[in-house]
């Protein structure tokens, strides 16, 4: 956020406008931020620039061709030119976001991208503050670029999230474990997430949990535990749910399995 020399509250809201110099790749026209006020709604509107939003804290919606997206602190949304958007604060938990606008032949690429993706935190705060200094065009779309490598450096690396879950999974399983909290960890949107690790893998993140489960319940009743030990080793509170799901998953009981192939 933008601060006042003498240490008073900023403003509500703050948007410089920029020398336009007309850059052939990224050409950056304006940065701003602003504190939304609860349910504070914009548009829909159409713009002839590509316009994005990092959310600092809380959070909003996004709603543009027939869709709502969900955007959180660590999130950004982006908005393509020509494209009819409305965007609207949380009524509990309203959004504060910053925000950069540009032009220019790359801004094509971010077409390729989500509507809300993780983003580096900290550099639209870079931005702002460049407002302040000399050349500040050129100090902005040298982020900007910055900003490309990143956003399009995960974009190569989408299957390194799905490594990140199954490795999660695979450490954590005996715990309670929540699509919502690992997303949030990796600064991801869950629908986004669970998108992706269906793409890649073929199951859902909790259908891949079962089956680590699973997995590591047959070697704890062949270890000689017994269900119930088995159950609590392998994330399940309640016995009689493990054995159910275990009898899904094999077609036998647990107890069962233990007397029969276990030994």
Not at 1 to 19: C, F, S
Not at 80 to 108: I, K
């Amino acid at each position: 956020m933008k601060r006042t020399k003498n240490g008073q509250e900023p403003k509500r809201a703050y948007n410089a406008v920029l020398i336009n110099r007309n850059f052939s790749d990224l050409n950056p026209l304006f940065v701003g931020y602003e504190i939304c006020r609860a349910g504070k709604s914009f548009g829909p509107f159409v713009r002839s620039y590509t316009l994005i939003h990092y959310v600092v804290q809380g959070e909003g919606y996004i709603y543009k061709n027939g869709n709502r997206y969900h955007a959180r602190a660590g999130e950004a949304f982006l908005i393509h030119p020509d494209e009819l958007v409305t965007y609207q604060a949380d009524m509990e938990n309203p959004w504060h976001y910053q925000w950069v606008s540009f032009t220019g032949r790359l801004a094509e690429r971010l077409r390729e991208l989500p509507t809300v993706v993780g983003f580096p935190h900290g550099l639209l705060q870079e931005m702002l503050d460049a407002t302040e200094k000399d050349m500040a065009e050129y100090r902005i779309t040298a982020l900007l670029f910055e900003m490309f490598a990143d956003l399009f450096e995960g974009k190569k690396a989408r299957h390194h999230y799905v490594r990140q879950v199954q490795d999660h999974i695979r450490a954590l399983y005996m715990q309670p474990v929540r699509v919502e909290a690992i997303a949030e960890q990796m600064n991801l949107d869950r629908r986004y997430l669970s998108r992706l690790f269906k793409e890649k893998t073929g199951k859902t993140v909790q259908e891949y949990l079962i089956s680590v489960r699973m997995e590591a319940a047959q070697k704890r009743l062949a270890e000689g535990f017994s269900v119930e030990e088995t159950a609590q080793l392998c994330g399940y509170e309640d016995s009689s749910n493990f054995s159910k799901m275990f009898k899904k998953q094999f077609g036998i009981s647990p107890l069962y399995w233990k007397q029969t192939k276990g030994e």
